[in-house]
């Protein structure tokens, strides 16, 4: 293995998502028959409830912390659907499905409140995608599971969070607390992030500014650039791996040539008290010093 001059983080790196994120096409191919509707509403949160589950086929979904001086179980809902058929008559049948979020205890868990978007009926070729927010306590654990499409924002969480989305954008701003988020394909984004994180995509961008780190940052993706922006003055052990790519890192760490096209970045400081993972199959990693 070869040694590299460690340069800086930024000189790996130029201007990482700049803009807004890029969105992924959602509509159903050859869909011809299409309608909207706006609709909003009220959630019940007994104080039974310690947790919450979104579940949601596909669109696009911000969960928001309730506004200073709301009731301390407040929980809200504003937004749309947007239907996709193939035909009239399945047109008829998305739009006899119940513009609501409907809300229940999980059977198995009386203590999980599942959240449940607007969806195509079973049998009907056509879908229905929820575009809007949820407003809720900020200190619940939260679960999102989109099933096909769905982009996701989470905005000044308090509480552990994990999502999942077959294909989608994520975006992390101002939260609190653990995270765990797995999207097939999308980019991913958090500022100000405070506690854990643990994201994963196959194909996407990453750019993560850490403003307290928890025990472990890691960022994975299968094709696609990783920015991991941390204090600079952190305690950790980092270990980045670029299959094809290039490594930077502004904490004097050893990047290593491994191989033809590889790379490789170990390094300590302190206490280590924080665990760094940075991986990509395809693209550029870069440990930045925040100012």
Known sequence: MKTQNPGSARGVIGGLLSGALVAATMLLGGCAHRSVASFDGELECGPEIKRVRVEMDNGTIGIVANEEGAPARAMTYAGGVRRDARSAEELTALEGVATVLTAQPDPEDPETLVIRCPSAPKGVQGMI?????????????????????????????????????????????????????????????????????????????????????????????????????????????????????????????????????????????????????????????SLIARK
Do not use: W
Request: glycine share 12%; hydrophobic share 35%.
């Open 129 to 285: 995608a929820y575009e809007g927010h949820i407003r809720m306590p900020a200190d619940l654990p939260l679960e999102i599971a989109v099933t096909n499409n769905g982009h996701v924002t989470l905005t000044d969480r308090r509480a552990a969070t994990k999502v999942t989305t077959r294909r989608g954008d994520l975006r992390f701003e101002r939260c609190i607390g653990a995270i765990e988020a797995n999207t097939g394909q999308g980019n991913v984004i958090a500022y100000e992030h405070e506690g854990s994180i643990d994201v994963r995509t196959r194909l996407g961008d990453m750019q993560v500014f850490v403003a307290k780190p928890g025990d472990h940052i890691t960022l994975d993706t299968g094709k696609g650039t990783v920015q991991c922006h941390v204090p600079k003055d952190i305690e950790c052990h980092a270990d980045a791996r670029a299959q094809i790519g290039r490594i930077g890192n502004d904490f004097g760490f050893e990047v290593r040539k491994v191989g033809e096209y590889s790379a490789a970045m170990t390094g300590k400081i302190g206490s280590a008290k924080t665990e760094i993972l940075l991986r990509t199959a395809a693209g550029h990693i």
